[in-house]
């Protein structure tokens, strides 16, 4: 069964510094993927999404991810963190032959911290 | 993209009653998605809503406790039946059109059962 891993289920980093949250899948055939962020109650919005082209793909709220075919990772990335960005996020995947359905990692808090 | 209006946004029930959850959009879509997210959880996908026909279920959920309407391309209802306080969770509609890029969001119903 095709799986989505998000290795790190809490990431603290301080305000400007940058951070990497950490994504991998377990497809190797056409993939689709994307990252979402979740702020305290409220719901889901798209950050980035890859479907083809360029390996790196730029997002909302000046974040960024790079999907790397041969580790079958997309990390999401941020120069410089704000207060702001403490969210949830979460990575998920679809593919070919999957009717779209979403495959969802079990999500990344991010919390930034002065 | 389209625009999610997602009805109502917060309840708080009895148990042994029935919530109906409504998903508004503000444009046709193809497919049509409800998710349950429980408390500091990922996102679990209850069932793709087809429209004219009945939904379809993933494992560990059924039509009895989840029925499905979706009368049309815009618009859908999830009905939680019979609650009990395990069904507290937020609720979540997502829409996607086939051939374009990523999937929308409503902003989730958070419900509690008492």
């Known amino acids: 069964a095709q799986s989505v891993t998000q290795l790190d289920s809490q990431v603290p980093v301080f305000e400007e510094a940058p951070v990497e949250l950490r994504c991998n899948y377990s497809s190797s055939v056409s993939v689709y993927l994307f990252w979402y962020v979740q702020y305290p109650n409220q719901g889901l919005q798209l950050l980035l999404k890859y479907l083809s082209g360029s390996t790196l793909v730029k997002g909302i709220n000046g974040f960024e991810a790079e999907f790397n075919k041969s580790q079958t990772s997309f990390h999401l990335r941020k120069p410089s963190v704000h207060i702001s960005d403490t969210a949830e996020y979460f990575c998920a995947v679809t593919y070919a032959g999957n009717n779209r359905k979403l495959i969802w990692g079990l999500g990344t808090s991010l919390a930034v911290n002065p | 993209s389209a625009v999610i209006s997602q009805k109502p946004s917060r309840d708080i029930c009895q148990r042994g009653t029935s919530l109906t959850i409504q998903c508004q959009v503000d444009?046709?879509?193809?497919?049509m998605f409800w998710y349950r997210q429980q408390p500091g959880q990922s996102l679990t996908l209850i069932a793709t809503?087809?429209?004219?026909?009945?939904?379809?279920?993933e494992s560990g959920f059924v039509i009895d406790k989840f029925p499905i309407s979706r009368p049309n391309l815009t618009f859908s209802t999830l009905t939680v039946s019979n609650m009990s306080p395990e069904d507290s969770s937020i609720y979540l509609c997502?829409?996607?059109?086939?051939?374009?890029?990523?999937?929308?969001f409503g902003s989730g119903t958070r419900l509690t059962v008492v």
């Open positions: 444009s046709q879509v193809t497919m």
């Open positions: 997502s829409v996607g059109v086939r051939g374009s890029d990523g999937y929308t």
């Open positions: 809503a087809n429209q004219g026909s009945e939904a379809t279920y």
